[in-house]
């Protein structure tokens, strides 16, 4: 597995090119912004794009979408079923209260639900439905790896005091669904630096 990171936007979330070196076969995940500059990072690559993976529905994560969508032939947009409308929605994905110009991208081409499995090349990755910051929040899990969107962040957990957002399911969706998984497994986040799973079962704040 190959990977590189991206951060965009004025929030800085980390977009993630993720792909197979042997197939160049890739997913991107969480393209919030700059369009033109992680294309030109997927050009520069040589990649063949197959998915793109929203973690969920907020703006700083989906502002690039349309714009890779349009750049990359037949790859498929995929996000949980509860954080579709957001997609297309400015005030679901709360872009409407804090842009301009609200983002209304395209529709979801595909649902992803807990246990689904999404092959790139040789890669494969598992979903892991984590609900808390979003009704559809994902984590995407494989390689030695989480990608874990707002979910999980070295030191702390995403916020829920927006719509859809839930203190004691964000709560339950680490313990549940993360913090069983390897102590070595590496966590990359929406924003920030990467962690272990050990080590936030170790010294986060929201767990003790």
Same mark, same amino acid.
């Given at each position: ?68 969508? &349009?750049?990359?032939?037949? #790859? ?6 509860? /954080?579709? !409308? *957001? $997609? ?80 004691? &399911?964000?709560?339950?969706? #680490? ?6 998984? /390897?102590? !070595? *497994? $590496? ?22």
């Amino acid at each position: 597995m190959k990977m590189n990171i991206l951060p965009v936007g004025r929030i800085e979330v980390n977009c993630y090119l993720v792909y197979d070196a042997e197939t160049k076969e890739a997913l991107v995940i969480d393209p919030g912004a700059e369009g033109e500059r992680i294309q030109k990072k997927i050009t520069e690559l040589g990649l063949k794009v197959k998915y793109i993976v929203n973690t969920h529905g907020h703006l700083d994560h989906i502002g690039a979408n349309r714009y890779l969508k &349009e750049a990359n032939e037949n #790859v498929l947009l995929c996000i949980h079923k509860a /954080d579709s !409308e *957001m $997609l297309t929605d400015p005030k679901k994905n709360i872009s409407a209260y804090l842009l301009e110009e609200g983002i209304n991208g395209p529709a979801a081409d595909c649902f992803l639900e807990d246990g689904d499995v999404l092959d790139v090349g040789n890669l494969h990755f598992k979903v892991f439905h984590t609900p808390g910051h979003t009704l559809g929040g994902i984590c995407l899990v494989g390689h030695g790896v989480c990608f874990s969107g707002d979910t999980l962040f070295a030191g702390s957990i995403g916020r829920t005091d927006l719509p859809g957002g839930s203190f004691e &399911e964000i709560i339950n969706s #680490v313990k549940t669904k993360l913090f069983v998984l /390897d102590n !070595e *497994m $590496l966590v990359y986040s929406g924003h920030g630096p990467q962690t272990s799973i050990g080590f936030e079962k170790y010294a986060n704040p929201y767990f003790g």
